[in-house]
């Protein structure tokens, strides 16, 4: 954890603190804005998929923009003079703007509960295989570098990251009593409903793998790729607009989740920019993930 606290406290200390603030309060809007007007909501009730695209891209853009344009104001960065950049700055929203709006209907049973299931199990690593061929094109057009965004285990060393979940365990352990928990873990139960228990355990397991997945594509795209690739423009100050875009993909989750994915994505965030691997963050996240996947379980059966 010693190594943890130091990135840390290397980036407050070199970090810009007015453009701190600025970015913090501008996500503080975002978030405002969202909760206050029902935005994800309204997002997701449009009539058509390309609808539904342009609206997130927009937020997307403005969420990864606007904190790179506080950044060249407050800490003198030139940014927008390298095409690239530029280029790049477009490409990111657009790319998780599709992840999210992008829809597969399998007919692989007669079921409808069998559909659901197997259309989900499906559908996570599908959106991991696409978004990796879209970020490896990124990739390809920087150039070559050490490793595809941070899919290394050099410099990675587990004990922080194992101490963290321990850390969550408890409260974990304790969120898994409460009904509105329970009411959304684990996911299978949104697909399966109350056929959830008669499953058998290979086909909860293989669900949870697929869910997995999700935290890969998830991790990959934005501290692989919304760090790495723009630590070349603007070194360290390529984590803020990362934890802000973070930010707007929990709109449609509790305020309190929403809030906290802020900080959790700086965190992470200084952790991939010291480490340059975003298997640190994969292993909290995914841990988190598959803690709460299993307090849903237990929880459901007291």
């Keep these: 954890m010693k190594s943890i606290f130091q990135y ?11 453009l701190l603030l600025l970015v913090t309060l501008f996500t503080a809007v975002l978030v405002y804005g969202n ?24 937020i997307s853009l403005a969420a990864f923009a606007v904190p ?22 477009f490409i ?18 007669d079921e409808a509960i069998a559909n659901r299931y ?22 390809w057009l920087a150039g070559p570098k050490d490793s595809f965004y941070g899919v290394t285990t050099r410099n990675l060393h587990i004990g922080p990251y194992l101490i963290m979940l321990a850390i ?34 290979w086909k909860k397991v293989l669900f949870e793998l697929s869910y997995g997945s999700d935290f890969f594509t998830i991790e990959l795209f934005f501290r692989g790729f919304l760090v790495l690739a723009f630590v070349r423009f603007a070194g360290k100050d390529a984590i803020l607009p990362m934890a802000c875009f973070y930010c707007t993909i929990h709109f449609g989750k509790p305020l309190a989740e929403c809030i906290s994915s802020f900080f959790g994505g700086l965190l992470l965030g200084i952790v991939v920019y ?21 307090g849903g379980y237990l929880g459901s059966q007291q």
């Design 8 to 18: 840390i406290r290397t980036y407050a200390a070199a970090t810009n603190k007015v």
């Design 168 to 201: 969550m365990l408890p409260l974990i352990a304790a969120a898994s009593t409460q009904p509105d928990f329970l009411a959304a873990y684990p996911k299978l139960r949104a697909v399966a409903g109350s056929t959830t228990d008669l499953l058998p355990a």
């Design 274 to 294: 010291h480490t340059r691997s975003i298997f640190g963050g994969l292993v909290v996240h995914l841990g988190i993930a598959w803690m709460m996947e299993i």
């Design 68 to 89: 790179y344009l506080l950044t060249y104001v407050f800490a003198r960065k030139d940014l927008f003079t390298d095409p690239l950049f530029i280029l790049l700055l």
């Design 92 to 109: 990111a929203p657009a790319i998780f703007a599709l992840k999210m709006e992008l829809s597969f209907n399998f007919i692989l049973a």
């Design 118 to 139: 197997w259309n989900r199990v499906v559908y996570w690593p599908l959106l991991l295989l696409i978004t990796t061929i879209l970020i490896a094109c990124c990739w």
């Design 35 to 58: 909760y206050h007007y029902h935005i994800d909501r309204q997002i997701s009730s449009m009539d058509t998929v390309l609808l539904r695209f342009a609206a997130r891209y927009v």
